[in-house]
């Protein structure tokens, strides 16, 4: 079984360019989360979506950033116009729906986005 | 506003010795705690977790101990190995009204030879 998968694992944008994250998740796994970390800092909560559904958001900037999770393929988050402060490392992570208290999220390897 | 805390950025043990890393919190609605490892250029990876309800939890050489009157928790590792060096996290979750991990910045552990 496969892990969370994101690709691409390195990317480089210039100033006021998009960027497009994307995140397959665990077989069987319908939840997604996007967390990003700045240098030396933790990894901060950004969106939380299940399939057709961003569940909760309260991390996402108002502008420039959004995220889907479609019924088919993987999961994108998307900043359009990418400025510096946007370099980062984007983690995504996944899990199932299992009824327990909580559902163990797995991580993904990372997108590096570096904004020249 | 941080949440989760972890006060020390890093922390160099010898190899055999054991290794505690701390971890504070401010939110009295969180209810499950994780730690986890991260190796650079990697994701994190799950370690151990500790309910609330508990204040002890133990696998193999890894311990984590909750103080919830002091809203505190650690993990214990005995013995270590030069494996475990890695950037360690404390997450913790509102399991009733929240899917998203609040973590600390992390703390650099060294295992020394």
């Known amino acids: 079984n496969a892990g969370v998968m994101q690709n691409p694992r390195h990317l480089v944008r210039r100033r006021g360019q998009e960027a497009r994250l994307r995140c397959s998740p665990m077989?069987?796994?319908?939840?997604v989360y996007w967390y990003r970390q700045l240098p030396e800092e933790g990894l901060k909560f950004m969106v939380y979506?299940?399939?057709?559904?961003?569940?909760?958001e309260s991390g996402m900037p108002k502008e420039r950033f959004s995220a889907e999770f479609p019924k088919e393929g993987p999961s994108i988050l998307r900043i359009q116009q990418v400025v510096r402060g946007d370099s980062a490392a984007y983690f995504c992570?996944?899990?199932?729906?299992?009824?327990?208290?909580?559902?163990?999220?797995?991580f993904g390897p990372g997108t590096r986005l570096t904004v020249l | 506003d941080q949440q989760v805390k972890q006060n020390s950025p890093s922390l160099s043990v010898q190899e055999g010795r054991i290794s505690i890393l701390n971890c504070d919190y401010t939110?009295?609605?969180?209810?499950?705690f994780l730690w986890y490892k991260k190796y650079p250029a990697e994701g994190p990876t799950f370690l151990i977790s500790?309910?609330?309800?508990?204040d002890k939890n133990e696998d193999g050489r890894f311990t984590v101990f909750l103080n919830k009157s002091a809203k505190h928790l650690s993990l214990h590792i005995v013995p270590s190995q030069p494996g475990d060096s890695a950037v360690y996290f404390c997450?913790?979750?509102?399991?009733?009204?929240?899917?998203?991990?609040?973590f600390g910045t992390g703390t650099r552990l060294q295992v020394t030879l």
């Open positions: 992570a996944s899990s199932e729906t299992s009824g327990r208290l909580y559902n163990e999220q797995f």
């Open positions: 997450a913790a979750i509102n399991t009733g009204t929240a899917s998203k991990l609040t």
């Open positions: 500790i309910s609330s309800i508990k």
């Open positions: 077989k069987g796994h319908s939840h």
């Open positions: 979506l299940q399939k057709e559904n961003i569940i909760d």
């Open positions: 939110n009295s609605m969180f209810d499950y």
